[in-house]
């Protein structure tokens, strides 16, 4: 793999579209863990199969931001 590839790491944008509130414990915990806890926030995460797999678990909270 080249250098360029290397540098050039896919990531997601990741933006809370509804509050955690009333959700159960579990999908704010994912929420915290994403980098988000207030509404309109962005955060930009690596595009792994760990990250994909907290999104799927709130895709009611969140959109990703392409």
Same mark, same amino acid.
């Given at each position: 793999?080249?250098?360029?590839?290397?540098?050039?790491?896919?990531?997601?944008?990741?933006?809370?579209?509804?509050? $955690?509130?009333?959700?159960?414990?579990?999908?704010?915990?994912? !929420?915290?863990?994403?980098? !988000?806890?207030?509404?309109?926030?962005?955060?930009?995460?690596?595009?792994?199969?760990?990250?994909? $797999?907290?999104?799927?678990?709130?895709?009611? !909270?969140?959109?990703?931001?392409?």
């Amino acid at each position: 793999m080249s250098a360029k590839k290397a540098d050039q790491k896919k990531t997601l944008r990741v933006k809370q579209v509804r509050s $955690g509130i009333g959700c159960p414990r579990g999908m704010r915990e994912t !929420l915290k863990a994403l980098g !988000l806890g207030k509404m309109h926030r962005v955060t930009e995460r690596p595009d792994t199969k760990e990250v994909r $797999g907290m999104i799927a678990r709130i895709p009611h !909270l969140v959109e990703v931001v392409e």
